[in-house]
């Protein structure tokens, strides 16, 4: 069975990839697990103009993370594990950012456009992109070369949009409601945008890929050989 194993939101922190020709700046990657439900945003006019997302959630670069297609980010404790054998380090549930920790499904090789229901009747959210590895990831979990071995692992963990608003809680049952049939899955959207541009093409099969995905393989496509 798929489930939520934590719901993670984050407290604007000082973001710890310090650049000495820039202002200090403010980073929500270090989101914490909540003991109650907490309700996802769907987009459109809302409180505060903050778009979707998880109400209490912090994000510090708007520019770059958050939005519509990004609103929620989820990673599976089963990677997380993987990653505590390989690191030889505790990982715990919101370390990697992420906003719903899971069980049982496997959010890298999810398709693009997949869509689940989190709870009985809880929101809908749809798989859109992968999650690229930054500067603040690096720095944060204080990996020297983590961006390389993060990229090498194919492990990325998905961003979903949210279609309809609900309530998530730790525990919560994970519904597949619906796979598109092609085959474009989360990891296969990751190598196409880090390590092989070869497989850019095949992203167009996908109809819910992010914009900011969509408009990159098409530049990326109309570049002379």
């Given at each position: 069975m798929s489930n939520v194993l934590s719901v993670n939101v984050a407290e604007l922190r000082d973001n710890p990839d310090v650049r000495p020709d820039?202002?200090?700046?403010?980073?929500?990657?270090?989101?914490?697990?909540v003991d109650h439900p907490v309700h996802v945003r769907a987009p459109g006019p809302n409180k505060g103009g903050l778009g979707s997302g998880?109400?209490?959630?912090?994000?510090?670069?708007?520019?770059?993370?958050?939005?519509?297609?990004?609103?929620?980010?989820?990673?599976?404790?089963?990677?997380?594990?993987?990653?505590?054998?390989?690191?030889?380090?505790?990982?715990?549930?919101g370390v990697f950012g992420?906003?719903?920790?899971?069980?049982?499904?496997?959010?890298?090789?999810?398709?693009?456009?997949?869509?689940?229901?989190?709870?009985?009747?809880?929101?809908?959210?749809?798989?859109?992109?992968?999650r690229t590895p930054c500067r603040t990831f690096a720095a944060f979990l204080e990996i020297k070369g983590w961006i390389k071995t993060f990229t090498a692992a194919g492990k990325p963990g998905a961003y979903l949009r949210v279609l309809e608003p609900g309530t998530v809680a730790p525990g919560d049952p994970i519904t597949v409601e619906h796979r598109p049939d092609h085959d474009v899955t989360i990891a296969l959207v990751f190598r196409a945008r880090m390590t092989d541009p070869t497989l850019l093409p095949r992203l167009l099969d996908a109809d819910a890929l992010s914009a900011e995905l969509k408009a990159y393989a098409a530049k990326k496509l109309s570049q002379p050989a």
């Open positions: 820039a202002p200090p700046r403010s980073t929500g990657i270090d989101k914490i697990p998880l109400v209490g959630d912090n994000i510090g670069n708007r520019r770059l993370h958050g939005g519509d297609d990004q609103a929620v980010y989820v990673y599976a404790r089963e990677d997380l594990d993987d990653w505590q054998h390989r690191l030889d380090r505790p990982l715990r549930n992420e906003n719903l920790t899971t069980s049982g499904i496997d959010v890298s090789n999810s398709r693009i456009g997949e869509r689940w229901r989190v709870g009985s009747d809880g929101p809908l959210l749809e798989v859109t992109a992968p």
